[in-house]
C-alpha cells in the first residue's frame, strides 16, 4: 500500500523541482553509487575569523594549514572550509593559481566582511569562478555573527554579482531567521543555498531560541525553500549531497524524515598536502 496526501505529494514537487547548486557539481556526493563520498579538495589556509558564529565548527578542531584531497582527480577546488580565508589574501591568490593550473573551477568561500571591488577584479583576473557569502540573518546579523557588519556584506555581495556567479549560503535556524531568509530571497544572486543548522554544542539551542520540535526536519526545509523560490530569481535550493538522496524518497517519507542535527566536530578526509605558501 502506497501511503499519500496532498502535503506528501507537494514536498515530491518541490524536491523534483530542485536543481544542484553549482558549488556541488563535481563532489562524489552527488553520486549514491560511491559508499564513502569525498568533497572536492579544500585549500585551508587559516582557521582564523573576524566573526564568531554560535554553529560554526572551524574554531573546534585543528586543522593544518594546506591541501585536502588530489586535484588530478577533481573537478573543482574550494577555498575554503575552516575560518575566513581572506584574512590571507596573498593565499587566497596563491590558490587560485594553483587550482588553474589544473584546469580546475575554483570556488571561495567567505563571510563577506573583507571583500571589495578592487579585489574581485584581481580575482577575476586570476580565474576565480564561484564566490559564495555566507549570510543567515539581517536584522539579526550582529546577535548570530557577534559584530554589525550586514551592510558591508549586503554591498559586498551585491558587488560579487557582478563578477561572478555568486551563491549566498545560509543556515536555516527553526523559529529563529524565517522572515530573515525570505528578505534573503530577494537578493540579487545567482544561487541561495539552504543548509540545516547542524549543532556542535547543545547550548546553542537555548542562546538562539531554537524551535528543538522542527530541528532536522525535512519537510520544513522543503517548505521554507519553495517559498524563497517563488519570490526570488536565484536559484534556491538545499545543498547536492542531500537532494540527491531525497529525489530517491517518495512523499510520506519526506514528510516525516528528519536530519541528524546533532553531530561530532567534522574531520577532513582526505589526503592531506603541505602547502609553500
Known sequence: MILRSETAEKLERIVKRLKVVKHCIGCEGLNLEIENPEHHPSLELTQACNLNCPFCYSKLKKVKRGLYGELDKAEALTISQYGEPLLDIEGVKRGIELGKSYGLRVDLQTNGVLLNEELLKEFKDLGLDIVMISLSSISKY?????????????????????????????????????????????????????????????????????????????KDLLFLVDEMNKISKANVTIKGCLLVQLKEMDGFILSNVKYDSFSEVPEIKRKYQPIDF
Not at 145 to 153: A, C, E, Q, S, T
Not at 174 to 182: F, I, T
Not at 193 to 202: G, K, Q, S, T
Open 142 to 218: 550582529k546577535e548570530l555573527y557577534g559584530k554589525n557588519f550586514v551592510d558591508k556584506v549586503l554591498e559586498n555581495i551585491r558587488l560579487a554579482s557582478k563578477y561572478f556567479h555568486t551563491i549566498v549560503r545560509a543556515i536555516y535556524l527553526p523559529g529563529v531567521n524565517e522572515k530573515d531568509l525570505m528578505e534573503i530571497a530577494k537578493l540579487n544572486v545567482d544561487e541561495i543555498m539552504v543548509h540545516h543548522l547542524i549543532i556542535y554544542n547543545d547550548k546553542i539551542i537555548e542562546k538562539l531560541k531554537i524551535d528543538k520540535n522542527r530541528l532536522g526536519s525535512i
